[in-house]
């Protein structure tokens, strides 16, 4: 029997790409936002209050009063004589630590990943938006209540419906953040030049 050649194959499968330029300065950029998130969340809360208390003062007309403090800042609510409850923001109660980790795993497939760095950053600026946005709608939702009920209307928008509100906006945030990233992901466009 004569012996016959395997065929050879017509090319060599392409060498995974490294990320592009946008990815390696991108990358590093948003671990430094997971950490500094982390680290550097009782700042964050402060500005997320102050967010609050400006949306309060011009979207409910109420006077605000913010005081930030060691363990958490506290934003008092009222009408024209007299400030009424406080709400201290908790570390718990804050959407950093809901961001993080979108920020985290972004950033290491922005370093490490092979996928187009615009589309990766859309994902992770829709999910920080979904997020942050939610949270200050329930802040503010959770003032107004609070401002109109007392602390039944705290109890009611805080645990019950507030919370339900977050775990939806996360969990809709990491589906969309999926959405985006995995679109397209067999087709040729998704592979860093």
């Known amino acids: 029997m004569p012996a016959t050649a395997l065929p050879r194959p017509s090319a060599r499968p392409a060498a995974r790409p490294r990320p592009g330029r946008l ?9 430094a936002l997971a950490g500094l998130l982390v680290g550097g969340e009782h700042m964050y809360r402060n500005l997320e209050l102050t967010a609050v208390s400006q949306l309060t003062t011009h979207l409910l007309g109420l006077r605000t009063l913010l005081l930030p403090s060691p363990g958490a800042p506290v934003l008092y609510a009222g009408g024209p004589d007299h400030f009424e409850r406080g709400i201290a923001l908790t570390t718990g ?13 972004i950033g290491l497939l922005l370093a490490f990943g092979h996928r187009r760095p615009g589309r990766l950053l859309l994902a992770l600026a ?11 709608g329930r802040l503010t939702l959770i003032v107004a209540m609070q401002h109109r009920y007392g602390s039944a209307g705290f ?30 992901s067999h087709s040729a466009e998704d592979v860093a030049p």
């Open 126 to 136: 829709l999910a920080v938006t979904l997020i942050a946005g939610t949270n200050l």
């Open 23 to 31: 990815g390696t300065v991108c990358g590093p950029l948003s671990l």
């Open 93 to 105: 109660c804050s959407s950093a630590l809901l961001i993080a980790p979108f920020a985290l795993v």
């Open 155 to 184: 109890e009611w928008t805080h645990v019950l419906f507030g919370s339900l509100l977050m775990m939806i906006a996360a969990l809709a945030a990491l589906l969309l953040c999926l959405a985006v990233v995995a679109r397209g």
